[in-house]
Every structure is written in C-alpha cells, then in structure tokens.
C-alpha cells in the first residue's frame, strides 16, 4: 500500500483518515505497514472516496521474493 504516499500529498494524517473511513487506526496501521492479508472492497472504496483516488494510486504489487 502507498497509503503513506497519498496522506501526505493531501496533508491528512492516518487517524482522521480512519475517522472518516469508520475503521480503527490500528486497521489503518495494518494497511499502511503492508501486513494486511487483504483489504475489502468496501474499506477500499471508502479510502479512495475521502482521498479522492483511484485504488491503483493505493496499491502496488510486490513479489514474496521482494
């Protein structure tokens, strides 16, 4: 995820990204650290709602190998 990326291109920081998402900053966390095994699309859709984003400005893909 380049989470980080986008929040501090729009000056928002992550707890009130998690507010206006309705999930926990520790969630939040989650995705922004890459640990998550998934995201939902819904959770995604919120995200790119309040940033104003496409997913693909959100995601990128890396091999286990990386």
Do not use: H, W
């Not at 650290?33 to 939902?40: N, P």
């Amino acid at each position: 995820m380049r989470l980080d990326v986008a929040l501090a291109q729009r000056k928002m920081t992550s707890r009130e990204l998690a507010a206006k998402v309705g999930i926990s900053e520790q969630n939040l966390s989650i995705l922004r650290s890459g640990k998550a095994r998934g995201v939902r699309f819904s959770t995604l859709d919120a995200i790119c709602k309040v940033l104003e984003c496409q997913p693909g400005e959100l995601l990128e893909y890396a091999s286990d190998a990386d």
